[in-house]
T-cell receptor, first 118, second 110 residues
Framework: GAVVSQHPSWVICKSGTSVKIECRSL??????MFWYRQFPKQSLMLMAT?????????EQGVEKDKFLINHASLTLSTLTVTSAHPEDSSFYIC??????????????FGEGSRLTVL | SQQGEEDPQALSIQEGENATMNCSYK?????LQWYRQNSGRGLVHLIL?????REKHSGRLRVTLDTSKKSSSLLITASRAADTASYFC??????????FGKGITLSVRP
């Protein structure tokens, strides 16, 4: 099946620094990528929808300036957590959808990136 | 906001038994999907059922969908210890923008 790679898989940073997480589709072109956040033992919350070549669409309550999303190519989307604080510590997961129509197929998920802000 | 709500929240069964998990949702959907997540890992897609389908099978998995009741069930037959994981239902109202339920923690005892 299709593979989506996230990097890094885990990162520890100091409060105030920025962290970039990459999401790559390895064997298909992803027109749309989604970024989710998951707190321990909780569900996934959609943060934003990233479309190649255009601005990301953020869900209500998600700070655009805090979570910068860039989808510069058909195989790469990045999430940058700017000026990270301990409350930003979480598990961030991306998913990718290739060509093939709206809502007709499965998404492929990355393995997630665990961010710990000290 | 959460669309899917699974029940039970936690399920513990013996290896070999069947596991049934339910999911309810609130709004119209294009399809409903079930995912598995092992601890600290990403999600693995299990099965997708479209809104015009009522039942679907994939190996030991059987999923049903009742759009009149806005509910779905996932049945895992002949469970194995390796099935131990969290299971999420997710609804797709269009363009693959999924809304996930809270998840069910399944423990299969060897």
């Amino acid at each position: 099946g299709a593979v989506v790679s996230q990097h890094p898989s885990w990162v520890i940073c100091k409060s105030g620094t920025s962290v970039k997480i990459e999401c790559r589709s390895l064997d298909f072109q992803a027109t749309t990528m989604f970024w989710y956040r998951q707190f321990p033992k909780q569900s996934l919350m959609l943060m934003a929808t990233s479309n190649e070549g255009s601005k990301a669409t953020y869900e209500q309550g998600v700070e655009k300036d805090k979570f910068l999303i860039n989808h510069a190519s058909l195989t790469l989307s990045t999430l940058t957590v700017t000026s990270a604080h301990p409350e930003d510590s979480s598990f961030y997961i991306c998913s990718a959808r290739g060509y093939g129509g709206a809502g007709t197929g499965e998404l492929f998920f990355g393995e997630g990136s665990r961010l710990t802000v000290l | 906001s959460q669309q899917g709500e699974e029940d039970p929240q936690a399920l513990s069964i013996q290896e070999g038994e069947n596991a049934t998990m339910n999911c309810s949702y609130k709004t119209s959907i294009n399809n409903l999907q079930w995912y598995r997540q092992n601890s600290g890992r990403g999600l693995v897609h299990l099965i997708l059922i479209r809104s015009n389908e009522r039942e679907k099978h994939s190996g030991r998995l059987r999923v049903t969908l009742d759009t009149s009741k806005k509910s779905s069930s996932l049945l895992i037959t002949a469970s194995r210890a390796a099935d131990t994981a969290s299971y999420f239902c997710a609804t797709d109202a269009g363009w693959s923008k999924l809304t996930f339920g809270k998840g069910i923690t399944l423990s299969v005892r060897p």
